[in-house]
C-alpha cells in the first residue's frame, strides 16, 4: 500500500512539474486595450463626445452638420502655358476656367470646370497672321472633367479624364507662300493629361503631359508646362 502510494505521489510530482514549465516557457501576449493606445486626455473627450451626442438626442435636438471642407468650391482661374509640337516647334498659351471642386474624400477630388483658351506659336500679334511660315493657332471652348489626387496640401496628382466643346486650328505651311490649313471639330476633343501639381496658396504649377490637339500630319501638340492663378 504504501509504495502504491509514493508512486501516485511521484506521478504527481512530475505532472506538476511539467505544468510549472510549461506555463515558464509559454510565450506572454500582452492584450492592450483601445485605452492604453490613446492619451487619456483623448480618451475623456471622445467620453465627452459621446455623452453630449446622447443628451443632444434624448432632447430632440438635430445632429449638427458636418463642416463642409473648404477645397469644396466653386472657383476661377487664368492660366498661362508652354507648348510643344514635333513639327510646329515651341508655341505659348493663355486661358481661363471655372467650375466646381468636389471633395470625393479626403485627398480625392472631381472638378467639372468650363474652360476657354489659345495656342499659338506668334508671339508679336495676338490675331493669328495668314503670311507667316508655319505659325500656327488654336481656339478651344468646352467642358472638361479632371480627377485629382492630393499627398499634402503643397504636392498631388492631376488626370484630366474627358473634354467636349469646339476645336478651331489654324497652320500655315513652311513655304516662301504660305497656305492655311484650318479644321474645326465639335465634339469630343483629344485632350489626356496627366502629371504632378504643386500647389502653394492660390499657385498651382503642373509640370507633365496635356495634350491640346492630334492631328495625323502634324503629330501631338503637348502643354507640358502650365502656371495657374485661382481664386
Known amino acids: ?21 510549461m506555463i515558464w516557457t509559454e510565450d506572454k501576449k500582452e492584450v492592450r486595450y483601445d485605452s492604453d493606445l ?75 470646370f468650363v474652360f476657354f483658351d489659345r495656342f499659338s506659336n506668334s508671339y508679336s500679334d495676338f490675331n493669328f497672321n495668314p503670311n507667316e511660315r508655319n505659325a500656327f493657332q488654336i481656339y478651344r471652348f468646352g467642358i472638361s472633367a ?26 500655315n505651311s513652311d513655304t516662301l507662300t504660305p497656305t492655311t490649313t484650318r479644321a474645326k471639330k465639335i465634339g469630343i476633343l483629344p485632350t489626356i493629361a496627366f502629371g504632378p501639381i504643386f500647389n502653394y496658396k492660390q499657385h498651382e504649377l503642373f509640370i507633365g503631359y496635356d495634350l491640346i490637339d492630334y492631328t495625323f500630319e502634324n503629330g501631338p501638340s503637348v502643354n507640358f508646362l502650365q502656371y495657374s492663378l485661382r481664386f
Request: charged letters at 25%.
Open 38 to 112: 490613446k492619451p487619456t486626455e483623448e480618451v475623456l473627450q471622445e467620453v465627452e463626445k459621446t455623452r453630449q451626442a446622447l443628451l443632444d438626442k434624448a432632447a430632440g435636438k438635430p445632429e449638427p452638420k458636418k463642416p463642409k471642407d473648404p477645397r469644396q468650391k466653386f472657383y476661377l482661374g487664368f492660366n498661362l502655358n508652354a507648348l510643344a509640337s514635333p513639327k510646329i516647334g515651341l508655341g505659348y498659351g493663355i486661358g481661363v476656367e471655372g467650375g466646381y471642386n468636389f471633395v470625393v474624400q479626403k485627398n480625392n477630388s472631381l472638378r467639372l
Open 1 to 21: 500500500m504504501k509504495r502504491s502510494l509514493i508512486g501516485l505521489s511521484l506521478l504527481a510530482l512530475c505532472a506538476c512539474v511539467c505544468e510549472a514549465k
Open 146 to 171: 479632371e480627377y485629382r489626387a492630393y499627398v499634402n496640401p503643397y504636392f498631388g496628382f492631376r488626370a484630366r479624364l474627358i473634354s467636349f466643346g469646339i476645336r478651331d486650328f489654324a497652320l
